[in-house]
């Protein structure tokens, strides 16, 4: 950084060590095994309103100043009749470590199979179960931050978790049941305490009869009712509709190529309507267990808690210094994230949260619904690149009929426009109902990065949807 700060406007350098294990079980026996570690060096600097990148796979002196050489010549090559302005931030000091009682890569490779093996043979209890997985993962980022402003700062973050997957087939007929979540279970910056916490042997069975009951359950019929969705489904409702449309590099047309843009204008701060007053959405880097937290971000930006609607109105953005700075904001966000040493950091989102409400129950809120379909697991979805139309389908949904929740349905879907369907929010359970849910392939950038992130909610009721959408 000494060497950076005579020949750049600003520098920035993460040492980074990453440590990933990923083990699972196939129909009972194991059948992946995966560890691996990496360490390097990423380089950052800025000549003018230029940005310049490189990395190393090494952490030698000589090795980080030839990153820093190909870095400036990046910087150099690029147009810049400007000096970009960064919102200002006080240098990051300091080290933070997150909390995990047992560190997940000391516990015996052994002790681990044997969770996910007795998981396993508890999916396979009921019949008509072809297909049964399970799945345990932890990862482990050491990284060391420092910048020309005087900023050095390290963290350590650990996450762990895992969960399940069955498939039941007849004739042509196939249905899939996930536990705790689809898309890879629940992951959290957590220690092996998590794992053992999310029971996957004692909830298997049950996961077994729901996806061979899926088999001979009605489909979802077509038509407009009353939704409610609850735990990855409404995570992931708030992850492409709401957190993605207001990242603002996408905003100010920073993605387009790849990612896409957002209907959300740069200057809607306090006046765009994003839903009713039930809808609150904070980001929250400070969330315990999210894989969105962290002390600091990637450019030594303190994470910390930042509303994103309020009262069905927009309030802020996921931002960084240089794109706060563009539109008047008094500070970052605290919002950029990069995968790995090898990788810039980008806007990524943190916790994005749909704060509580005052619904009760999910219980209570399914008996005050007359009718209605309640979906929880998510089984694919589809947006445009504005973050305007969608259209998601479930694992499994459940008719409500007079405030109960009645019969299985199998494959069911909704669809709508992101502004419209936030406004027909007219209730979100209490606190007692809130919950993290963990996304771990959020894609984004050019060349493209791999984020992990998590959504709190409790679950939410929506009026007037379309459903059973082919």
């Known amino acids: 950084m000494d060497a950076a700060a005579r020949r750049a406007s600003y520098a920035d350098a993460r040492l980074v060590h990453t440590r990933v294990e990923r083990l699972g079980t196939r129909n009972g026996a194991a059948d992946r095994l995966d560890s691996f570690e990496s360490e390097g060096i990423g380089v950052r600097v800025r000549i003018g309103a230029a940005w310049g990148f490189a990395s190393c796979g090494a952490t030698g002196k000589a090795d980080a100043e030839a990153a820093l050489e190909r870095a400036l010549g990046v910087a150099a090559s690029q147009p810049s009749t400007a000096d970009g302005l960064l919102s200002p931030e006080p240098p990051a000091r300091g080290e933070y470590v997150s909390p995990a009682e047992r560190d997940p890569f000391a516990v015996p490779l052994e002790e681990k199979l044997a969770v996910l093996v007795a998981a396993d043979a508890g999916l396979r209890t009921a019949p008509g179960v072809v297909l049964t997985l399970a799945r345990f993962e932890a990862l482990q980022v050491d990284k060391l931050f420092a910048s020309t402003e005087g900023a050095l700062c390290r963290q350590v973050l650990t996450e762990c978790g895992g969960g399940l997957t069955a498939v039941a087939v007849d004739g042509d007929e196939s249905q899939t049941r ?44 077509p038509g407009r009712r009353t939704v409610i969705l609850a735990g990855e489904q409404l995570g992931l409702q708030v992850h492409e509709s709401i957190g993605h449309a207001v990242e603002l590099d996408r905003v100010l047309g920073r993605e387009l190529s790849y990612a896409g843009t957002s209907f959300v204008p740069a200057d809607g701060i306090g006046s765009l309507e994003l839903g009713t007053p039930s809808v609150n959405v904070t980001a929250d880097a400070g969330s315990a267990g999210g894989l969105g937290s962290f002390r600091w ?29 563009e ?144």
Request: one cysteine or more; a negative charge; hydrophobic letters at 40%.
């Open 178 to 221: 996930s536990f705790p979540a689809s898309h890879g279970g629940h992951v959290a910056q957590a220690g092996y305490e998590h794992f053992l916490a999310l029971d996957l042997a004692g909830a298997a069975p049950r996961v077994s009869e729901e996806v061979v009951a899926l088999l001979r359950a009605p489909a979802c019929p």
């Open 327 to 470: 539109i008047g904001l008094e500070r970052s966000g605290g919002c950029m994230r990069a995968d790995g040493h090898t990788r810039q950091p980008i806007v990524r989102m943190t916790n994005v949260n749909l704060e509580p409400g005052e619904a009760g129950t999910l219980e209570d809120l399914i008996a005050a619904t007359d009718e209605g379909l309640l979906i929880d697991t998510n089984r694919s979805w589809s947006i445009d690149s504005r973050r305007l139309h969608f259209q998601f389908e479930g694992e499994a949904g459940w008719e409500i009929a007079g405030g109960e929740r009645g019969r299985l349905l199998r494959n069911p879907s909704y669809a709508g426009v992101t502004p419209e369907f936030w406004a027909s929010c007219d209730a979100v359970c209490s606190p007692s109902e809130w919950r993290l849910v963990s996304l771990l392939e959020c894609g984004k950038g050019e060349p493209g990065q791999i984020m992990r992130v998590s959504h709190g909610c409790a679950p939410a009721r929506f009026r007037d949807v379309e459903v059973g959408v082919a």
């Open 297 to 325: 971000d990637d450019e030594g930006v303190e994470g910390r808690a930042v509303p994103l609607v309020r009262s069905g109105v927009l309030a802020g953005f996921l931002s960084s210094r240089e794109t706060a700075a």
